[in-house]
């Protein structure tokens, strides 16, 4: 959510910075702003009346000891609490317009994001070089299906098209994936948390996916309970509410996790002919990282997790670049975000592994989350911060086509194979 103090200074600038970001706010922004008067002028208002009711309230005992007529008096007060009454019966209806309106609106992207969609992301860095075959090289669905490590078949047929199973070497190849991010994070001293995969409305609110896309999430109808449950389409979503409507210490920040849990996603499909395989799916596992940090460290936070999840894919051997995305192709949540991409050889190009996003103080305005300062003693709000370490079901066609022998084995990566028992090579 928006500071409506930040909205109130310079509209003219809210509404370019989201325009940035590929969003034509200004009419939402113009009513907010006219929401915001009228809620003032209502509690005002309603204020006002409050004082006098009590002023007149406390004049009534006077003027029955002095044997005046009173009756004028508490005709007044009745007109008072009618009135006070039709205030607050409005008021919750502004508050209430207000409120959604200021939770639809999407993050302010930092100012020296460039403007526009993906088109104007921008790559800061690349790490090693492109993986080149001295053969005919093999997609990774042909690969995982020869060598008994993934059944798609079996997968569509319990879940339906975007589902898949691992098993055997695959089941373990992937578990040793998750078990190396894990150790990696542990000893950088994040703090592991295993999470519920379903969580309630207020964690999609806070993490700001609601109310605006509440409708790409798997919901879950429950007939002795009328509240909304979802299943949770990142750890981010669960992680951001860990403090909601708390406030923290300024000692105990920044406070760093990690989590893994399966990813359940509605818009995941096979959107064009080489994605086809494990590159999407409604669900998948990742290991998300996530911080609650001061303001003044929020920018060495986030640097702190771009190295991070770089360094994972280095470990792993392959090539990769880092991304800085452009305003518009940032999530609605977050000010800031870089990519870090790695090439499938089989899709021609690079795809996102990992993405560190910055949301600011967007998140914890939304969930209420505060720390207090020290030296003052007032309270400030916190700065979120997450990012992947790492997604599994696009490190693992990469690591299974860039590792890719002429003969149709694959090369377990050097840091995988303690989890694997040594085993260096998978063969048929």
């Given amino acids: 959510m928006l500071d409506i103090k930040v909205i109130k200074d310079d509209p003219a600038r809210v509404k370019a910075l989201l325009k940035a970001k590929e969003v034509d706010c200004d009419e939402q922004i113009d009513r907010i702003l006219e929401l915001d008067a009228r809620r003032r002028e209502l509690i005002a208002s309603t204020d006002a009346k409050k004082a006098e009711q009590n002023k007149v309230s406390k004049e009534i005992p006077k003027l029955k000891k002095a044997g005046e007529d009173v009756a004028p008096i508490f005709a007044k007060m009745a007109e008072l609490k009618t009135e006070i009454a039709e205030n607050d019966e409005v008021l919750r209806t502004v508050e209430a317009d207000y409120r959604t309106a200021m939770l639809s609106l999407p993050n302010l992207p930092d100012p020296d994001l460039k403007?526009?969609?993906?088109?104007?992301?921008?790559?800061?860095?690349?790490?090693?070089?492109?993986?080149?075959?001295?053969?005919?090289?093999?997609?990774?669905?042909?690969?995982?299906?020869?060598?008994?490590?993934?059944?798609?078949?079996?997968?569509?047929?319990?879940?339906?098209?975007?589902?898949?199973?691992?098993?055997?070497?695959?089941?373990?190849?992937?578990?040793?994936?998750?078990?190396?991010?894990?150790?990696?994070?542990?000893?950088?001293?994040?703090?592991?948390?295993?999470?519920?995969?379903?969580?309630?409305?207020?964690?999609?609110?806070?993490?700001?996916?609601?109310?605006?896309?509440?409708?790409?999430?798997?919901?879950?109808?429950?007939?002795?309970?009328?509240?909304?449950?979802?299943?949770?389409?990142?750890?981010?979503?669960?992680?951001?509410?860990?403090?909601?409507?708390?406030?923290?210490?300024?000692?105990?920040?920044?406070?760093?996790?990690?989590?893994?849990?399966?990813?359940?996603?509605?818009?995941?499909?096979?959107?064009?002919?080489?994605?086809?395989?494990?590159?999407?799916?409604?669900?998948?596992?990742?290991?998300?990282?996530?911080?609650?940090?001061?303001?003044?460290?929020?920018?060495?936070?986030?640097?702190?997790?771009?190295?991070?999840?770089?360094?994972?894919?280095?470990?792993?051997?392959?090539?990769?670049?880092?991304?800085?995305?452009?305003?518009?192709?940032?999530?609605?949540?977050?000010?800031?975000?870089?990519?870090?991409?790695?090439?499938i050889p089989s899709m021609n190009g690079y795809k996102e592994v990992s993405s560190v996003s910055n949301a600011r103080d967007y998140q914890a305005r939304r969930g209420n989350i505060r720390f207090r300062r020290e030296a003052t003693g007032k309270t400030e709000f916190v700065h979120t911060l997450n990012g992947s370490g790492l997604a599994t079901s696009r490190i693992f066609p990469a690591m299974v086509e860039q590792n890719q022998l002429k003969d149709g084995s694959i090369v377990v990566p050097e840091v995988l194979r303690k989890y694997l028992g040594g085993i260096e090579v998978i063969s048929k």
């Fill in 115 to 343: 403007p526009g969609g993906k088109e104007n992301n921008e790559p800061l860095r690349y790490y090693g070089e492109p993986h080149v075959f001295d053969f005919e090289p093999k997609h990774h669905v042909d690969l995982c299906t020869d060598l008994g490590l993934i059944d798609y078949e079996r997968g569509t047929k319990l879940a339906g098209t975007g589902f898949w199973i691992y098993k055997g070497m695959g089941a373990r190849l992937e578990w040793a994936l998750l078990n190396y991010f894990m150790e990696c994070h542990l000893a950088d001293g994040y703090e592991m948390v295993m999470l519920p995969h379903m969580l309630e409305y207020a964690c999609g609110e806070t993490a700001g996916q609601f109310p605006k896309f509440a409708d790409e999430v798997y919901k879950i109808e429950n007939p002795t309970d009328d509240r909304m449950h979802f299943m949770l389409p990142t750890a981010e979503t669960a992680l951001a509410s860990l403090y909601r409507g708390e406030i923290l210490a300024e000692k105990d920040l920044p406070r760093k996790f990690f989590a893994y849990t399966p990813c359940f996603r509605r818009e995941a499909g096979s959107h064009r002919a080489d994605e086809r395989g494990m590159v999407r799916g409604h669900q998948f596992n990742k290991i998300e990282m996530f911080q609650y940090t001061l303001p003044e460290k929020s920018d060495e936070a986030f640097e702190e997790l771009v190295t991070k999840a770089e360094n994972l894919v280095k470990g792993l051997g392959f090539h990769f670049r880092t991304v800085k995305l452009a305003a518009g192709d940032c999530s609605a949540s977050m000010a800031r975000t870089y990519d870090i991409e790695i090439q």
